[in-house]
């Protein structure tokens, strides 16, 4: 018997493949400052854990395929804060932002088909291209130009009659880009010229600094019927492991199909989505004292990171990740020499290595991506340790 061909080439996750180090490492007794993935410390609402706790059904039923009713009139009242309509039948209810994008492919390839995205980007969009059967053709951005789109020809350049869809996130993982206007109208024309989809990847809407916002492609006139957005609860209201998303799209058309994907899965959980409803229903003033939070976990970050010269960094205008390239030849090494050989004072960092958030082989190898998910202390803590950990690295590469 032989493993099909996409068992054997889908791609391990840079996040969490660096596992079994860390294992060790703590039986070591090291403690290992989690930089490499975005799991926040924000307490989940409390409301969202009421909810759950004063369920009283006597039987945890099978729920509609598309999700409650409730909860998206819920997401209906938030995109109306930001003067985006909706109706309940432009979303359904997934199992996590994953499952949006994962449905959002499907929707619009067929195996064999290609889909447009900038690189670096969210590592399981490899993973989600391999399960769809479709090829993931990357545009490389750069971190000295703070990872900003390039040209509009360099992009068309990519455009194939093979071409279904472009994917964008913003603000993005793992760079902390906020696309501009202009970068989203080049979309815009490409995809209404090319007669594609643009895939967007909006889980991290409210996490903005220092004035930028975060224009959702939902907002942009005349490509109504072509954008589909992944939305999520992990990282809005810090309940990643709650797996609930949404899909949404103003085309009847493929919200039909959509619900099909959804039908074939039976529903998405019943207790997060009642969990995820009173989150929705709470004040919008809950976001802004988090948001300065996370800021404050950026700076500190940025600031430890930059006052070593040899490592190119930009400030992130969102989300919460920032992509540094190292002065080293081997980011993956790196990580592990972190894990396997280094502590100091008997605490280490795990990091993500860059290579995995590219589809372009042999780029990323120099450089990282480190989630600023841990309090400011503590992220000022590991940020000091990674850059002894660096400058012991290269002494002993020599």
């Known amino acids: 018997m032989e493993l099909s061909e996409r068992a054997l080439t889908i791609q391990a996750s840079p996040i969490r493949r660096l596992t079994p180090l860390l294992l060790e490492a703590k039986k070591r007794g090291i403690t290992v400052h989690h930089l490499n993935i975005g799991q926040p410390d924000i307490e989940t609402p409390k409301v969202f854990w009421d909810a759950i706790k004063n369920y009283d059904e006597k039987v945890l039923a099978y729920g509609l395929s598309d999700g409650l009713p409730e909860l998206k009139s819920a997401v209906v009242d938030y995109f109306a804060r930001y003067n985006i309509v909706l109706r309940q039948s432009d979303i359904q209810v997934t199992t996590a932002g994953s499952e949006a994008v994962l449905y959002s492919m499907c929707l619009v390839t067929d195996p064999g088909d290609e889909i447009i995205v900038f690189e670096p980007f969210y590592t399981n ?56 206007a202009e970068e989203m109208d080049k979309i815009a024309f490409l995809a209404k010229k090319h007669d594609l989809f643009i895939l967007s990847d909006e889980v991290y809407r409210e996490f903005t600094y220092e004035g930028e916002k975060a224009i959702s492609f939902l907002e942009l006139k005349g490509v109504e019927d072509r954008v589909i957005v992944g939305d999520s609860i992990s990282k809005r209201f810090s309940a990643c492991g709650a797996r609930v998303g949404f899909i949404i799209s103003k085309n009847p058309d493929v919200m039909a199909a959509a619900l099909k994907f959804a039908q074939a899965r039976l529903c ?20 802004e004292p988090i948001r300065k939070e996370y800021q ?8 430890t990171l930059k ?92």
């Open 125 to 180: 969009y490899n993973g989600f291209g391999t399960t769809a059967g479709i090829k993931i053709i990357p545009v490389t951005t750069k971190a000295e130009d703070g990872f900003a789109l390039p040209d509009l020809q360099e992009i068309e350049k990519k455009v194939t009659s093979k071409t279904k869809a472009i994917l964008v996130c913003s603000p993005n993982n793992p760079t902390g880009h906020i696309l501009t």
């Open 268 to 287: 998405p959980p019943t207790l997060e989505q009642l969990g995820a409803l009173a989150a929705y229903r709470m004040d919008p003033s809950y976001f």
């Open 296 to 303: 404050a976990r950026r700076d500190a970050l940025y600031e």
């Open 307 to 398: 006052s070593n010269p040899e490592i190119v960094v930009k400030k992130p205008q969102g989300a919460f990740y920032v992509m540094a390239k190292l002065p080293v030849e081997d980011s993956d090494a790196f990580a592990a020499f972190m894990l396997r050989d280094f502590s100091y004072e008997g605490e280490t960092t795990m990091v993500a290595p860059g290579d995995g958030f590219y589809a372009t082989k042999g780029l990323g190898m120099n450089e990282i991506r480190l989630a600023y998910v841990l309090n400011v202390e503590r992220t000022k803590r590991a940020a000091d340790i990674l850059l002894k950990g660096l400058l012991e690295f290269k002494r002993k590469s020599k």
